[in-house]
């Protein structure tokens, strides 16, 4: 059986912002983007306010389920 994680796009909530104010706004849902080696260095790569993906500690974020139609919408969005 196929791993969904690689299929189903993930999402975190911003818990923590402190250093990057322009960069991540708190309590705002993130498409994380697999990065295995980030994800070993305690790190998560994630579509931030420029529209690009970066590097962020993976402390300033908690992982989320979403439905499949908030899913759905957030992946039309990005």
Same mark, same amino acid.
């Given at each position: 059986? @196929?791993?969904?994680?690689?299929?189903? %796009?993930?999402?975190?909530?911003?818990?923590?912002?402190? +250093? #990057?104010?322009?960069?991540? /706004?708190?309590?705002?849902?993130? @498409?994380?983007?697999?990065? /295995? /080696? =980030? =994800?070993?260095? +305690?790190?998560?790569?994630?579509?931030? /306010?420029? +529209?690009?993906? #970066?590097?962020?500690? =993976?402390?300033?974020? =908690? %992982?989320?389920?979403?439905? %499949?139609?908030? @899913?759905?919408?957030?992946?039309?969005?990005?």
């Amino acid at each position: 059986m @196929r791993d969904t994680r690689l299929r189903s %796009p993930r999402f975190v909530v911003c818990i923590n912002n402190e +250093g #990057y104010p322009a960069s991540l /706004e708190l309590h705002k849902i993130y @498409r994380v983007v697999p990065d /295995e /080696e =980030a =994800a070993a260095d +305690g790190d998560i790569r994630v579509v931030d /306010e420029s +529209g690009e993906d #970066y590097l962020y500690s =993976a402390s300033c974020f =908690a %992982p989320i389920t979403v439905p %499949p139609t908030v @899913r759905k919408s957030l992946v039309h969005a990005s």
